[in-house]
């Protein structure tokens, strides 16, 4: 599914240049569960950003499923990321002013699906992560574990292959934490693609294989599964 | 999709109320303001324009040439109308009018009327005045015919019709027939009318030979020319038609006029012969002005607030770009944003113009409107505005916030740092330099509507209470009735007291080297007492005495300004110089101090005086301050028991004077309330603006406490950055005020300096009130207690 090759980003302010990825190459498969772990500044976030779209490498080859993207404009990139991947954050990034049940709906309303059609997805969503009796609250009125299930719910709302989560867990306790990466696991049962950057040992042992980095390169890959 | 962005849209303005609060009260403040200046600026363009034939209408007025001067008048001779129909066929027809104040009377019921107008019969077929009763052909044929507008007729009649019967016209009881009912004159329109008389009843009785007097003026003619006249050529033929049909009299006089055109359209805002009650089409350009720069103001404002908000929507942005929104799509939904916000302002607008209209027509001293909801056209343009303005001011700042990268705002590492902190400081800046120069521009109209009130006019107008006879037989007598009263210091009678009209004599004077020269003289009749009374100074010569016969005829007092006309360089010179004028010849016997007869917009003009016991109508009393109502009230009973006929009617001259200056107060007072409008927007964004900044600035304050700073030093510290830019504003504005005001001030005669005092009022004004404004939020921050916003991070 995805074959980086050669990566490079560099940041540069007017005095400090600094190299975030250096040369990093690695590939990962339909159906795999891959954990990113790495000290503070590894390069983690931003190999997250390049995967997810957000951001373009400067160097080098990113191809996902088959097809060069590293050097697609914005707009390209926006579009092959909605119908493609969903992002789960340590901080859950839900919008205030919505409703559980809009946030959830927010992705399929860009991609443009009907309202009835809305509505029937996101209720299933909603009933799949126990939080239906949840859908008109705000986020603010949640719990920690509940907002980010919340937020699994929206990632996954409109199917997409891949899910990359930043620290899914972050900021959940222990219980919580757990209860997330169930449903990652189980998402990742059914077939979805899951790139998890987290610093938790724990969390790690959920994924099949863990890519270790260090100074914007990968050191080790320990497989588990 | 477009649910979505209503529903985020209501829940964000919900939710950030104090934002959303500054910004619906300065959009809606500011589209109050511009829409009341809207109606204003519609109605004063608007004058006129109902006559169905307004483009055909012209106004013919004269350039007057003497060997003196220049003259420009509102109208041609009494000949020019009937003359100039019959000479050029392009005409379909001339109409002339002439004010007066009219004694009317039936049965009991008596009123001065004191909008009464002289009109020829042509008067309902140039213009369009709705005839309610009556025929609009033959209603102003005969003399002593009259036609009353309906408020005017409900006086006499009350809800019989009056046509058909007849009322009793001037003191001398004449009978007229009331020969048409008119629904009464629009407020927009330039003749204003309670009541027409047939022009016949002048020409044809009180006044035969009018019609050919091609050297008496003080008449308004309009003509109506057929479709496709070229006005050009129109005007080129008008020298040749006055030579053929008055050259001699022209040559014999040595006066020579030329006949101009004036659109009707243009009359009222745009004629400078109009004399004091006239529109201006400056003032329609000024208040344009001032209302683009409050819709500025408030724009403005609201691209400062939403852009100092972006932090806060930053992260919304983020998570929108990464489940899938496009850039258009974000960009549509914060210009969707600002137009509700602006549609919501529209709605507070509708009813707070409905609320404030009627005292904006009192302010404006008419009936700009009668209704917001009268005219739907008016709301609509409104709402497109409102539109307008949505689609404006949320454009820029939609760009900003739709561009924001998610990969920066959701991992918190967003600042807004340097962002549009520039445009937004340039945004305040503009907006202080707009109300500062509004300030500033206030203070020199109030200076100047001072100075004219209090500038020594050269006569007493203290005490001084006027009547006027009208010319009736009884006014000798009831002025001696007066003169002996308790209360009473002194009478006078005059043909014309300061501040009102006064004819314009045909003279010759002898000139320093001994010529008879010709010039137009304002003339005032005044009897022996008048000044002495007026306290008017002699320069040379003497007053009008008793003790000399021949001053009741042979007697002439000029003016300074007369005397320069003339070529004298002192008043001494001009004592016993020779005089001709209407009918009277003689010798100047004294030389008074120049005395402003006229506002202080007018320079002070060439004037004579002469005793004329017949031109004295109007009688001037002089009383003393103790027991005022009593003495009036004793004035009051001689005049009916010695001119019953008529109704007692008085002025006092101060504010008969002071009345001249109401269209500059009006002014005035209109300024004064924009400018505190625009004033007041300003500082609802800067205060907007100061929160926002002293948020995102708490943690350095925070840090800056701990490391020991005092309160005042924070306060300081964040009210400084905001002094700063009024400061700029205050350099900014200042050349702008000064040259826009300079120009203002130039059509006034006499006028103040402005000062570099002014200046320093504005700047002190406008720095304290941003003062004020921002360090309420320097001061909170300032003493909040550090721990808890260091706690925050």
Redesign the interface.
Known sequence: MIRIHDLEKIYKTEEVETIALNKLSFQVNDGEFVAVMGPSGCGK?TLL?IL?L??DPDNGSFLFNGIEVAHFN??KR??L???NIG?V?Q?F??????TVF?NV???L???GVKGEERKKRVEEMLDKMQIMHRRNHYPQQLSGGQQQRVAVA?AVV?KPKLILADEPTGNLDSANGNEVMELLTDLNEQGTTIIMVTHSEHDARYSHRIIRMLDGQTVTENILA | ?LK?YF??AF??LW?HRVFSFINVIGLTISMTACFLIFLYVHFELSYDSFHSKADRIYRVVTDLKTPSEMLHTGGPSWAVGPHIVQEFPQLEAAVRTTGDELLVRKGNVKYQELNSLYADSAFFKVFDFKLLKGDPATALNEPLSIVFSQSAAKKYFGDQDPVGQTVLLTGDGLTAKITGLMEDMPENSLIKADMLVSMTTLTRKFNPGLDDQWGNYGNSTYILVKPGTRISALQAQFPAFLERRNGDEMKRLNMYPTLLLEPLKDVYLRSTRNGNNTGNINNVYIFSLVAVFILLIACFNFVNLTTARSAERA??V??????????A?LTAQFIGESVLLCVIAFLFTLGITALLLPSFNQLAGKIISTGVFQNGHFILLLLLAALGIGLLAGLYPALVLSSF???SV???RFSTGSRGVLLRKGLVVSQFTISITLIIATIIVYNQMNFMRNQDLGFNKDQMMVINTNSDPAKEAFRNAVSGMAGVKSVAMSSSVPGGGNPGAYSMIQNKKGEMQIANLDLYFVDFDYIPQYHLKLLAGRAFSRDFQTDTTQAMILNEAAIKLFGYSSPKEAIGRRFSQWGREGMIIGVMKDFHFRSLQQEIKPLSMRIEPNGCNLISINISAKNLPATISDIEKKWNALIPARPFSYFFLDDFFDKQYRSEERFGKLFLNFAALAVLISCLGLLGLASYSTMQRTREIGIRKVLGASVTNIVNLLSGEFLKLVAIAIIIASPIAWFAMHSWLQDFAYRIHISLEIFITAAILAALIALLTVSFQAIKAAVANPVNSLRTE
Request: glycine letters at 8%; hydrophobic letters at 35%.
């Open positions: 976030s950003n997810g957000l951001d914005e707009r926006a579009d990321r909605k119908r992002f954050f901080s990034n839900l919008i205030d002013e919505l809009e709906e927010l992705p309303i860009y991609l929206r409109n | 999709m979505n529903k985020i829940r964000n939710r992260k919304e983020g998570i929108r770009k990464v489940v899938g929104a496009m850039k799509q990268k998610p990969v959701l991992k918190g």
